[in-house]
């Protein structure tokens, strides 16, 4: 079933298999409490961060359209996101980390639009647009930050992923969803618990994916700005979280001096994080993004980068020096001299050149995979790609002739030269046989009966990375995460207490309310005791009335609340202090 949501020219742009990941933003489904929660915080916010978070935070809030007192629509963002060249778009939850950075790549913000409840209105383990929305978008109002960003997805999304790469994915979506949903059995949260501790402890050598994902979770996550001694806020986990915002800026957390170590620094998503890292400033970032981007297969290529992809059993591409790409799961590579001699896929294969698919080279044609040498041959200084017309003739490359090319490594390809493919520039990209048996010593790599024999040209892999050449040349369009976000429970109970916080919203708002202050004041404490919001908001507005009686029939209240439920008192004094603007006990 298709989805339908609200486009744009930079949404309409995507590629189809992130479009897969979008979902309309349905915001008749945010409830008056989801609206209070969403108010609290962002007050609490601006009043905090106005002192701490990087001066780009409180400008990026205009820019971006975010209210204060609503919670963000997503389509009257894109319109303001429009004229600083972004986009943003709705999905569920925790969506893979290759796709989450490709859309960053595109200029495109990935906003959860779902909200953390009451429960959770400190910190959420779940991406939800408190996260998303209040706290990535202020920032990438910033010139210099957005392009980290975009640079960072460019970059992120061609990085190899290692098998527990996507357990670790599915394990962190479940366990996110778990504590977020309501009334969840802690021996479900404890078991989900144990399973990501577990992938933690045992990944094994960290993939290029998961040293990547450190790094943004130092940065765009939870990434500090300026000096170890004073340092300033602009990661998206702390602007968003009340409790961590504060936390963070105490001795109890290591503040240590940004660099590329960051990326062999996991992070455990569940907890407060013990250390954090500061950047002197945004340009640095990207600096040690390209330091990083130097180590990657995407760079090094040889055949350590083929090897990454062959692990990760994944769709990947090699780039050849001539520019031919080979697109598919590689399943081998052969090495001789610490190079690679000769590569293979199976299954489903593509050849492109610069990101365009070679005509009459799709996965229809290499369905079943595909293989050749790369290199020299053996006794001549001249690599193929290198030698002129009369250099190939002279060497019997040339259609219609019968060649045996040996290859340094052992490798033998012997056949009917058809024909070759260039490029533009009029190198040769591929040699086309029939006729054709490949060898490695003994072992037969391809043979007569198989057909047309296509060799690919190139002395060397100078490229790996995950992903496809050419979006388009394989069907992408197949992300089924196994757990779905759960939606909030309805009872009686919570449509009483949401009509309360809806007619309180309406009093605000000079619209008509069914009840009058004092009436949802004193429902609140008769039927829903545990409540503290709802006060927090009666308190307010009956301080604006100048209602003195009713201000301290509310703050009386509120301290029964504290008593009953020390774990929020600090939530509701913070909420009061709001009003008074003083400290409040």
Known sequence: METHFESNPLIDRLPKHLKQFIKPQVYEDYTPINQAVWRYVMRKNVSYLSKVAHNSYLEGLEKTGLEIDNIPNMYGMNRILKEIGWAAVAVDGFIPPNAFMEFQAYNVLVIACDIRQLEH????????????????????????????????????????????????YEAIRLLSILKEAEDTPEEEIKKAEEQVDYLQKNMGELSEMAQIRNLHWWTVEYGLIGTVENPKIYGAGLLSSIGESAW??????????????????????TKPQPQLYVTPDFAYLNQVLEEFANTMAL????????????????????????????????????????????????????????EKELVGHGTEYHAEGFGSPIGKLKGINLTIEEMS????????????????????????????????????????????????????????????EWGIYDMAVGKKVISAFSGPADVNSFDMINHVPSSQTIK????????????????????????????????????????????????????ELAKKEDNSDLVEKVLNHLEKVKINRPEIAHLISGGLELLFQKAVV
């Open 121 to 168: 209105i400190e910190y959420t383990p779940a991406p939800d647009i408190i996260h998303e929305g209040a706290g990535h978008a202020p920032i990438i109002a910033n010139p210099e930050y957005a392009e980290y960003l975009r640079r960072f997805g460019e970059i992120g999304c061609k990085a190899i992923s290692s098998s527990r790469d996507y357990e670790m």
């Open 389 to 448: 017309p009369r250099d190939l003739r002279a060497y019997d490359i040339y259609e219609g002739e019968q060649v045996t090319l040996e290859f340094e490594g052992n490798i033998t390809v012997k056949g009917e030269i058809i024909t070759g493919s260039r490029n533009l520039q009029g190198e040769i990209l591929l040699i086309k046989f029939k006729n054709c048996t490949v060898t490695h010593n003994d072992t037969v790599l391809f043979q007569p």
């Open 248 to 269: 963070c800026m105490t001795d109890n957390v290591k503040k240590i001096p940004y660099d590329i170590s960051a990326a062999y620094q996991s992070f455990d998503i």
């Open 488 to 539: 909030q429970k309805k009872s009686l109970e919570r449509e009483e207490l949401e009509k309360l916080y809806l007619s309180i919203r309406n009093i605000r708002e000079n619209k008509t309310a069914t009840t009058t202050l004092k009436e949802a004041f004193a429902s609140v404490t008769a039927n829903h005791p545990n409540d503290w919001l709802l006060s927090v908001e009666i308190a």
């Open 299 to 354: 760079r090094k290529g040889g055949p350590k980068s083929v090897q990454k992809l062959i692990d990760s059993n994944a769709l990947g591409t090699i780039e050849l020096s001539t520019g031919l790409q080979i697109s598919g799961v590689f399943t081998n590579v052969i090495e001789h001299e610490g190079k690679s001699v000769y590569v293979q896929t199976t299954g489903k294969t593509a050849l492109s050149y610069r």
